[in-house]
């Protein structure tokens, strides 16, 4: 099998970045480095890598990520990367021992650019659902419904992650949906292994899905980039997300009440009823 690169993102996760070196380094199919970027110039994550550098039989490398982010962080690991595979996992995140055997073989077989598995998303402490990718998928197709790749389930051709241009750190939320979507406007093709060998974790604390006036912007310029190309229920969903997040956040009772009446418009005035009833 061809050389696997791992970029592992980090940002002040110290105790969870160890347990993610940790499910890297049980693969079945052993990579031929590991890479660390860290945009926090963290002491604590610095000698985690140390310490895993002085264990592992792969080479650990720690990475400053000045810029900060998590899509400069993807952008400047793959940079940095010598494997023809790229696999990315977020600090957060984990794979079980077969994922990178399984994602590199079917990529071989297949003669893909890209391969997604499925995975196991802890929305919160006590539920857990299996999520697959559907195959098949265009680049429009692709915004008719949620998708299940994210930044820790896939493995693609450096070469092709190269030529699409990475993670655009413009992109704030959904920046792994964005980056499906133009992998396929590229003319990249893919494949899906369904069973759930990447588990996407819950945890306390500051994380890209929580619900703040930056997630609201960034949910914004998603529908500006993609609006067009999306189902009336994605658009609906994501802009009642949106107004729903910027209602939590305003102190204006106006504000608030031309918030309240645009919910009202996404929703439609019987859902926005019966979600009103069910709280």
Do not use: I, Y
């Given at each position: 099998m061809q050389a696997v690169s791992v970029v592992i993102p980090t940002h002040l996760r110290s105790h969870l970045l160890r347990e993610s070196i940790a499910s890297v380094a049980a693969q079945t199919l052993q990579p031929a480095e590991l890479l660390i970027v860290d945009d926090a110039n963290d002491p604590a994550t610095q000698a985690v890598v140390a310490e895993a550098d002085a264990r592992l039989p792969f080479a650990v490398r720690y990475i400053a990520n000045d810029a900060g982010g998590v899509c400069h962080s993807r952008?400047?690991?793959?940079?940095?990367?010598?494997?023809?595979?790229v696999g990315f996992l977020d600090d957060d995140?984990?794979?079980h021992p077969p994922f990178l055997e399984r994602l590199?073989?079917?990529a071989g077989q297949k003669r893909v650019g890209l391969v997604i598995s499925g995975l196991l998303h802890h929305e919160d402490e006590h539920s857990v659902k299996p999520r697959a990718q559907l195959t098949g998928l265009t680049a429009d197709t692709a915004l008719q419904q949620n998708g299940s790749m994210t930044g820790s389930n896939f493995v693609i051709d450096r070469a092709a992650y190269h030529r699409v241009g990475g993670f655009d750190p413009a992109v704030t939320v959904f920046n792994d949906w964005d980056f499906f979507v133009r992998v396929l406007d590229a003319g990249v093709t893919y494949a899906v292994d369904p069973e759930p060998l990447a588990e996407w974790r819950f945890h306390p604390g500051d994380r890209i899905a929580t619900p703040s006036l930056r997630?609201?912007?960034?949910i914004g310029f998603f529908l500006d980039r993609h609006g067009k190309r999306m189902s009336k229920q994605v658009w609906r969903d994501l802009e009642t997300t949106m107004l729903g997040i910027r209602r939590i956040h305003t102190k204006s009772r106006f504000e608030k009440l031309i918030l309240s009446a645009q919910l009202v418009r996404a929703h439609g005035p019987v859902r926005y009823l019966k979600r009103i009833l069910h709280r």
């Open positions: 952008n400047k690991g793959a940079q940095a990367a010598t494997g023809q595979w995140d984990l794979w590199v073989g079917l997630r609201a912007a960034g």
